[in-house]
């Protein structure tokens, strides 16, 4: 046999050989990232929750895992995405709702966050209780999980948490396509109502001109220029004097969807000053309950308000002003 002759035959076995070494490289170095003194899943990622201004509304795939073998903790956890995405797969033990379930159906225009007590009953038939810890997680990095988390916020109840990279962020020994059966809870608002959380449109309308308030339009670049506008609003545009950053800067969707390190995120909303006031809107209010979270929980922003209605409700009310294009965009 000649060398020629050799190369072939030795071939295969060095390709094979070389797809092995490159597997196990992949697999090490997301090994790495995962927390190594817990017995967890090897395709989750659980990232240093510590580094941020506040994780008590965040937990890593690692915690949810340790509460779900805890039987001393009554634990909810709510899958907010349509149900036929439920169907597919679920986390176990996940209950699901989406968007309309958790909107009012008391105004001309959709999008409006649910009223308290049909909120509180939606919880009970969730089988949530009293002193419940509720998980909410989604499929996006999360925005309409913060939209649940925020309305729950609002109206006084404070044992909610997001699942950092929501399904995205899961192991497949955690996923069923069981629908998950509930029983009838006793979950009640006692807490007292955080309003600071909201801001309406007469309030945003007055902040349009406030030296002291920033106005944070966090929908894509098109929708803020007024070149798109998406189904359900009636004008296209922006509100005056409101900047434009969109929301998923602060998802690392290379990272399973997880929110970007604490340095990461602070570079990229830089602009946005601490000593200011931030009132964030988007279209419907979902992708800047998001951006809330980030600002306030993770980045220890002393006063952010979420805009209910956005952009919606804004372009409803034609006597309201807008803007288009960015040549009116404030700088900071």
Not at 133 to 146: E, R, S, T
Request: hydrophobic share 35%; glycine share 4%; net charge positive.
């Amino acid at each position: 046999m000649n060398q020629k002759e050799k190369f072939k035959v030795i071939l295969p076995y060095c390709v094979f050989l070389l797809i092995i070494i490159i597997t196990s490289s992949c697999k090490n170095k997301r090994a790495s990232i995962t927390n190594p003194n817990t017995d967890i899943e090897p395709d989750i990622v659980n990232i240093d929750l510590s580094q941020y201004a506040s994780s008590k509304h965040l937990i890593n795939p690692n915690k949810l895992i340790l509460w779900k073998k805890d039987n001393t903790i009554d634990l909810v956890i709510i899958d907010v995405r349509k149900k036929a995405e439920y169907a597919k797969g679920h986390i176990k033990d996940a209950v699901n709702i989406w968007r309309p379930e958790i909107r009012s159906k008391n105004y001309p225009y959709s999008g409006m966050t649910i009223e308290k007590d049909s909120l509180q009953n939606l919880m009970q038939r969730l089988g949530a209780n009293e002193k419940s810890k509720i998980v909410i997680y989604d499929a996006k990095g999360n925005p309409d999980a913060a939209r649940l988390w925020w309305m729950l916020a609002i109206y006084g109840y404070d044992d909610v948490y997001l699942l950092n990279g929501g399904i995205s962020n899961i192991g497949p020994e955690q996923i069923t396509k069981e629908t998950t059966t509930t029983t009838m809870g006793n979950f009640v608002f006692h807490e007292k109502e955080n309003k600071a959380l909201s801001y309406n449109k007469t309030q945003v309308l007055a902040a349009i001109n406030d030296t002291n308030t920033i106005l944070l339009d966090c929908r894509s670049k098109d929708e803020f220029t007024g070149k798109v506008m998406k189904k359900g609003a009636f004008r296209s545009g922006h509100i005056p004097m409101a900047i434009n950053i969109d929301y998923s800067e602060a998802i690392a969707y290379e990272r399973f969807q997880t929110f970007r390190d604490r340095t990461d995120l602070e570079q990229r909303f830089k602009t946005l000053s601490k000593d200011k006031k931030i009132i964030i809107y988007c279209q419907s209010g979902v992708r800047s309950a998001l951006m809330t979270f980030v600002l306030k929980e993770l980045l220890g922003y002393a006063s952010v308000s979420n805009y209910d209605g956005s952009w919606i409700e804004w372009s409803y009310y034609k006597k309201l002003p807008i803007e288009t294009g960015i040549e009116d965009t404030p700088l900071l």
